[in-house]
């Protein structure tokens, strides 16, 4: 099975059908609400040491009041949609691609087949809508998150002026960044669900508990580096 | 909350008290070392790909972004004396280590997992052959050696990669870039690099041990214990990473 | 192969199947029929490709060659990547139930949302019908109290049960059952040859059996098969395999290492 065969037929499960809406929901709120936790905790430092370290490298050429235009900059147009798409993408991945993988083994799927019905429409395509919607919500919480950690180095810690870090965020910000993000958000998602539930299909009876975590070490390498590569392009196209 | 707090307590310490046994192994032997060299052969092949297509990327969004601000001021002529302190202290140990959890730490948890699951862990047990000594030192030692080493190359990608943004696709001058490009380098911003790799290579290989052997729950938990290794690595890149800038702001390094 | 008087169609037709991995040859020209209404038991040692014939039943494997006919319909003429015999074989599956070698139960359910699946999937049954009938299934195999657990807190043995009852849980017309009484204790496996012939005799379901276990054969069959090294060594009435001399059979049913039949 190619991978391309599979994209095919989980493009035509995702848009010709109305996708079971229960599992839907499950894994939406298990990609979505599940990642919050960890997502504010690691976007939340990021936010801080983004901050910290624009300061360290204005301060040398003395540009330390440029940290607002720097912080909006580097965090919600670059850092912070791709890092909440590795990170995310790592914990949803990897769950989406040990659960397919699990059913794989143990013929679960095999056992849908039998009973007339088909797995792309029923595994499948709900875990592609659910991530691809939760994903963009994700990168818009975590540009809040990681404003707020920002704002809160650069004015508490680093003793930057409030007023200039929000007006120079505010002039280098606009609503289409916001969309971008969002953008973004979709693109990073869909292709984090559809790595996934590739190598977790992929697996077989024969691999055993091998294959789950084959799958799941393929699904996070994959999906980390397709997300970062895919948002330089995106940036590439978006902001050249 | 605070069960949960607890947890994370209680968790840290049995972690600090596998990290004490680990030593313990490490300096009493017997030692596998044809195991941990080939270990550390096929995971350092595993990872080149992935730790240099995440870091290359890296590189060229600073030179996009960072061109379009300094243009601002008309000051593109000092980007790189942004982007290389970047690179070699930052987003390069940082991403190495990332996509070393990623790529190694999963796979040695899941490899580990599996043998869990399996009972071959307890056999190893009952046949006198500490698990810990056969199947996590080599898997730590490994990783303790490739991260700084990857990262060495990774820097050098990153580097590479925002020039090629920076002076064929935005038109910086070359002379200009080159120039600033170690005016804020120093071999503190090298040894840092280089440090943190160290800790965090080792800290991957820590936590896939030690979650690899704490499997349970058939198939499903084998890909549970190697996501989890990747998050809980995450997590403490991110925050020893903040630490560490925020030290060296400190010190004025 | 005498096609008896009844005038029906056979349920299903394997015409000189053949199957291999590789260069692993599974299935060797595999030739049978199972009539309408019978039941069927593939005996056979293992890994000779008894489970690899029930997936080529279903299309969940396309054989190399060959044709597989069910209800006169070719099930390997269909490739499963392709969007319009997906669509075909779906619908040919739904006139079976297979119960899978380790069970297969979807385990994020419970027993019962097991069991109730391929109902709320395939029929407009209201919720108490639904619940009824669950009941009714696991009452006939034996485990009346576990609707609400999950697979996970059964034993295997119990596994398989709940998955026989999810197999026949639509009354299909052919039941596919692989290893049905392996990993239960006698008397469990026993009760589940009744309830096979009960269904058998009440609903009119055809079944295809494999077990290695020659006492079931005896007990359940009207039509025994001997799978060995991919061959098909011998396929018939229950009574003329029984009355044949064919070593490799005498040798299954007698429990023998000397036999044509050798592991080491
Ligand atoms: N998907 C597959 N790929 C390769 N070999 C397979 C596959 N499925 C089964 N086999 C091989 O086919 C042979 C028969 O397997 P199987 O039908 O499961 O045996 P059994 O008769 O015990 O059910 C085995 O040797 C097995 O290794
Ligand atoms: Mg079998």
Redo the contacts between chains.
């Keep these: 099975m190619s991978f391309f065969w599979f994209v095919r037929h989980a493009l035509v499960a995702q848009f010709t059908r109305v996708p079971p809406l229960d599992q839907f929901v499950r894994h939406m709120v298990d990609a979505g609400v599940g990642s919050i936790g960890l997502l504010t905790l690691l976007i939340f430092f990021a936010g801080l040491s983004l901050a910290v370290q624009g300061y360290a490298a204005f301060v040398r050429f003395g540009g330390q009041e440029f940290l607002g235009l720097f912080c909006g900059i580097g965090g919600i147009r670059e850092l912070y949609p791709v890092m909440a798409a590795v990170i995310c993408g790592a914990r949803i991945g990897a769950n989406l691609a040990a659960s397919l993988a699990n059913m794989q083994i143990s013929e679960q799927v095999e056992a849908l087949e039998v009973m007339g019905i088909d797995p792309m429409n029923y595994l499948v395509a709900p875990r592609l809508w659910a991530v691809s919607l939760a994903m963009p919500l994700l990168c818009a919480y975590a540009d809040v998150v990681g404003l707020a950690a920002s704002y809160l180095a650069a004015v508490h810690q680093l003793g930057v002026n409030p007023g200039n870090f929000m007006a120079q965020l505010r002039g280098i910000v606009g609503w289409e960044d916001l969309a971008a993000g969002v953008f973004k958000g979709v693109a990073f998602g869909w292709l984090v669900a559809i790595v996934a539930c590739y190598h977790g299909y992929r697996s077989a009876k024969r691999d055993g508990a091998e294959g789950v975590g084959i799958a799941t070490n393929r699904a996070i390498v994959h999906s980390a580096v397709l997300c970062i590569v895919l948002n330089m392009i995106l940036s590439a196209i978006l902001y050249v | 909350m605070i069960a949960g707090v607890r947890r994370f307590f209680a968790l840290l310490g049995e972690i600090l008290s596998f990290a004490v046994e680990v030593a313990r192994c490490m300096i009493q032997g017997p030692r596998f070392w044809a195991e941990t060299i080939r270990l550390a052969d096929v995971l350092m092949r595993r990872c080149l790909i992935p730790v240099g297509l995440a870091v290359a990327p890296v590189g060229a969004v600073i030179s996009l972004q960072g061109v379009s601000v300094f243009r601002m001021f008309g000051a593109d002529g000092i980007l790189s004396s942004m982007l290389a302190p970047a690179i070699f202290r930052q987003y390069s140990p940082a991403l190495a280590s990332v996509m070393v959890a990623a790529q190694a730490g999963s796979s040695i948890a899941a490899r580990i997992g599996t043998m869990k699951v399996r009972g071959q862990i307890d056999a190893l047990a009952v046949m006198s052959v500490d698990p810990i000594r056969y199947v996590v030192v080599p898997g730590f030692v490994a990783c303790l050696f490739i991260t700084p080493l990857l990262n060495i190359l990774t820097t050098a990608l990153g580097l590479v990669s925002g020039w090629f943004f920076a002076v064929p696709v935005s038109g910086i001058n070359p002379g200009a870039f080159t120039a600033n490009l170690y005016s804020q380098v120093t071999l503190v911003d090298l040894w840092v690099g280089i440090g943190k790799c160290f800790f965090f290579g080792g800290a991957v290989g820590l936590i896939a041990g030690f979650l690899g052997l704490r499997t349970t729950g058939g198939a499903a938990g084998v890909g549970k214990s190697a996501n989890n290794t990747v998050v809980y690595t995450i997590i403490l890149i991110l925050v020893a990473d903040y630490l560490v800038s925020m030290l060296l702001l400190e010190l004025g390094l | 192969m005498s096609e008896q008087a009844s005038g029906r169609p056979p349920a299903i037709v394997l015409d000189s199947v053949s199957k291999a991995f590789g260069s692993h040859v599974v299935l060797d020209e595999v030739s049978l029929t199972v009539r309408h209404e019978s039941i069927m038991v593939m005996l056979g040692p293992s890994g000779t490709g008894k489970s690899v014939l029930l997936?080529c039943l279903?299309g969940?494997l396309r054989p190399d060659k060959g044709r597989v006919l069910v209800f006169g319909e070719d099930v390997a003429r269909l490739d499963p990547?392709r969007?319009r015999d997906?669509e075909e074989l779906?619908?040919i599956?739904?006139r079976?139930?297979?119960l899978?070698?380790?069970?297969?139960?979807?385990?994020d359910m419970t027993v019962g949302e097991n069991v109730a699946?391929?109902m709320r999937?395939?029929t407009s049954k209201s919720e108490a019908e639904i619940r009824a009938s669950v009941d009714d299934k696991l009452r006939r195999v034996g485990l009346p109290k576990a609707a609400s657990k999950f697979p996970s807190e059964l034993s295997g043995g119990m596994r398989k049960r709940v998955a026989f009852a999810r197999a026949i849980a639509l009354e299909p017309d052919i039941v596919l059952c692989d290893e049905p009484s392996s990993g239960l204790d006698p008397v469990m496996s026993a009760t589940l040859d009744e309830l096979i012939l009960e269904l058998h005799r009440t609903l009119g379901m055809t079944f295809v059996v494999i077990s290695h276990d020659t006492a079931e054969a005896r007990k359940i069959a009207d039509t025994i098969g001997l799978l060995a090294k991919g061959k098909l060594v011998t396929y018939g009435p229950t009574e003329q395999v029984l009355r044949s001399n064919h070593p490799a059979l005498r040798q299954f049913f007698e429990r023998s290492t000397d036999g044509p039949i050798q592991v080491l």
Excluded: S, T, Y
Excluded at chain 3, 100 to 107: E, K, S, T, V
């Design positions: 997936r279903v969940l990547e969007p997906r779906f619908r599956r739904r079976f139930g297979m899978f070698q380790d069970g297969a139960l979807f385990d699946f391929p999937m395939h």
